[in-house]
Each structure stands twice: as structure tokens, then as C-alpha cells.
T-cell receptor, first 113, second 113 residues
């Protein structure tokens, strides 16, 4: 079983739609959680961190459920420019030795005009 | 003034050759990484260095030898290249502190023929 699991998609949605991505992680001692975005043939970039209390950044809302080891990302009012692969990322507890990121396989989103 | 830069961007080489990929970061980060993204787009950590010291070696074949001459540089040398080494290799850097953002280079697309 992979440490971080995501539905690979693709998710094909029309502009203006609301879409939700889910992610589960296996290591209950994981410390930090993120969503990264990767455009085609580009490097991954941080979209947002995920906090237990939930957090929002414009049209994007992220949620963390530590008890269920589950992370979600909600995108409202989808834009064509949101088309990308969304990577769920977890940082395990290495006792402060490193800030290693563990990536999920990514979920491909294609927003259609 | 690119934050994390790696060279070359593309590398096509024959099986059995030895090649190197260079990476430099100007962000003052303590930690640098090499990640491999395979044909299924799965990003997996290979190595993590803190201040020139190897912290993580994720069961990578010993044909892969990272070298960090200083904390701003992390190079990757690959001996006796195999077809299965074809992938995109990403260098990244971050502060040591867990939960901080990692910045990625643009990637090196390695094709072994």
C-alpha cells in the first residue's frame, strides 16, 4: 500500500463547476500536510498547506481529518487555468532530521470550456 | 535569479553511459533533495541532504551517487545507465523545519536509449 493514496482521475469538469479531491495517508504520525500543483511538464509548486482546523484560500478549501487520516481539496468555480495535476503531500515524523515530502500519485483535473 | 536551478533540462544518452545532473539553490535553505518522477508521474524521493550531510537514501541503486560540495549544491551522478532510469529527475530545497514549503527545480528529463 502506498503511503499516500489519491484517485488518479482524470476529473473532467466544466468551467464554473465545483470539484473535490480526496487523499488518504497511512502513517498516523505524519506531521504536515499540503496540496501541491503540477502543470504539464513543469515542476510541482505549493498550492496550500492543510491544517486541522481547515483553511481556505480564495476558491480553494483544504480539510484535514487526522482521526480518519484523510485530506481533501475543494475547488469552487473552476477555471480553465485550474487544469493541472493536484498532488497530496505528507511529511512524516523524522524527529526533525529532515523535511522529507511524500507525494501521492496525483489527481489530474481537466476543466473544459 | 531562479531559486532552484538544475542542468541540463534534457539528457538523452545510451545505455551503459555515465552522466551527471547539477543542482543549485540560492534560497539559503539547509536541505536539498533529489526526486524521481517515473512514466506514471509518481514522484518519489531518492535522497535528502542537510548541510552537505546525507540524511535519506531511499533504497536507490548504488549506481546513483549524490554529491553535495556545499549546502547550496546537490549533484547527482549516475553510472552505467539503464533503460529503466529514464524519468524526470527533480531537485528541490527547503528549510530544515518540518512543514515548510519545498521549492523544485524545473526538472531534468533523462532518456536512456
Amino acid at each position: 500500500r502506498k503511503e499516500v493514496e489519491q484517485d488518479p482521475g482524470p476529473f473532467n469538469v466544466p468551467e464554473g463547476a465545483t470539484v473535490a479531491f480526496n487523499c488518504t495517508y497511512s502513517n498516523s504520525a505524519s506531521q504536515s500536510f499540503f496540496w501541491y500543483r503540477q502543470d504539464c511538464r513543469k515542476e510541482p509548486k505549493l498550492l496550500m498547506s492543510v491544517y486541522s482546523s481547515g483553511n481556505e484560500d480564495g476558491r480553494f478549501t483544504a480539510q484535514l481529518n487526522r482521526a480518519s487520516q484523510y485530506i481533501s481539496l475543494l475547488i469552487r468555480d473552476s477555471k480553465l487555468s485550474d487544469s493541472a495535476t493536484y498532488l497530496c503531500v505528507v511529511t512524516p515524523n523524522y524527529g526533525g532530521a529532515t523535511n522529507k515530502l511524500i507525494f501521492g500519485t496525483g489527481t489530474l483535473l481537466a476543466v473544459q470550456p | 535569479d531562479t531559486a532552484v536551478s538544475q542542468t541540463p533540462k534534457y539528457l538523452v544518452t545510451q545505455m551503459g553511459n555515465d552522466k551527471s545532473i547539477k543542482c543549485e539553490q540560492n534560497l539559503g535553505h539547509d536541505t536539498m533533495y533529489w526526486y524521481k518522477q517515473d512514466s506514471k508521474k509518481f514522484l518519489k524521493i531518492m535522497f535528502s541532504y542537510n548541510n552537505k550531510e546525507l540524511i535519506i537514501n531511499e533504497t536507490v541503486p548504488n549506481r546513483f551517487s549524490p554529491k553535495s560540495p556545499d549546502k547550496a549544491h546537490l549533484n547527482l551522478h549516475i553510472n552505467s545507465l539503464e533503460l529503466g532510469d529514464s524519468a524526470v529527475y527533480f531537485c528541490a530545497s527547503s528549510p530544515l523545519q518540518v512543514g515548510t514549503e519545498a521549492f523544485f527545480g524545473q526538472g531534468t528529463r533523462l532518456t536512456v536509449v
